[in-house]
């Protein structure tokens, strides 16, 4: 079974510009959720989706959002790009049924840069 | 307040030593589950174990076993038989409401650099 995949894995942008990824899930798995990793703040849970609908939203501005497609498949857009963006954007997928605790299986992430 | 807390930055250990990875979680909620992940340099994160809140036995995958002591509210990481390709950052995460549908979100650690040593 493929993996987690996310496009593009590396991503150099200017401040002020957006950016959109992309991630496409484990074959079966409804749920993808995001999440940002920087040197100064770790590990941060961005959003979760799950049948097209966002589930849970962490706490980030409204300049990120992102979507789901009927395929599952996910995107992720930053506008008004700022300096401190600039992090690994990793996205995990998971088959989320109640009562079950799936683990999430991440993808090897989007390194954006922001200049 | 720090829901996941990981107080060993970094480690170094002797190759084919056996090692242990401290974590420790503050929780309000009765189900939960706390998982452990391994970041290689690459980045990606793997999945290592899973450890629900009602699990009576501790959780043991291969060479990776959870030492699960939920009234201290502490889920070590036990790596038996380190090996050179055990290098990498560890990640201890919790989701808190673990087994409501719905809740995906995981909260993680600052993480421990773990170094094996030949």
């Known amino acids: 079974k493929a993996g987690v995949t996310q496009t593009p894995r590396y991503l150099i942008k200017t401040r002020g510009q957006q950016v959109t990824l992309s991630c496409s899930p484990i074959?079966?798995?409804?749920?993808v959720s995001w999440y940002q990793q920087t040197p100064g703040q770790g590990l941060q849970f961005l959003f979760e989706?799950?049948?097209?609908?966002?589930?849970n939203k962490g706490n980030f501005p409204g300049r990120f959002s992102g979507r789901q497609f009927s395929n599952s498949r996910s995107e992720m857009n930053v506008s008004t790009l700022e300096l401190g963006d600039s992090a690994l954007y990793l996205c995990?997928?998971?088959?989320?049924?109640?009562?079950?605790?799936?683990?999430?299986?991440f993808g090897p992430g989007t390194r954006l840069t922001v200049t | 307040a720090q829901k996941i807390t990981q107080t060993q930055p970094g480690m170094f250990v002797q190759e084919k030593e056996a090692v242990t990875l401290d974590c420790t979680y503050d929780?309000?909620?009765?189900?939960?589950?706390l998982f452990w992940y391994k970041q290689p340099s690459s980045g990606e994160m793997i999945f290592l174990i899973y450890?629900?809140?009602?699990?009576?036995q501790n959780a043991t995958e291969g060479r990776y076993s959870l030492n699960f002591q939920k009234a201290r509210k502490s889920a070590n990481l036990v790596i038996s038989a380190s090996q050179l390709g055990d290098s990498a950052m560890y990640f201890c995460?919790?989701?808190?409401?673990?087994?409501?549908?719905?809740?995906?979100?995981?909260?993680f650690g600052t993480g421990t650099r773990l170094t094996i040593i030949p």
């Open positions: 995990a997928s998971s088959l989320s049924q109640a009562g079950v605790p799936y683990e999430q299986y």
């Open positions: 074959s079966g798995h409804r749920s």
């Open positions: 989706y799950f049948s097209e609908t966002q589930r």
């Open positions: 929780t309000s909620d009765q189900s939960y589950g």
């Open positions: 450890q629900g809140s009602y699990d009576e």
């Open positions: 995460a919790m989701r808190e409401n673990g087994l409501n549908f719905g809740n995906e979100k995981l909260t």
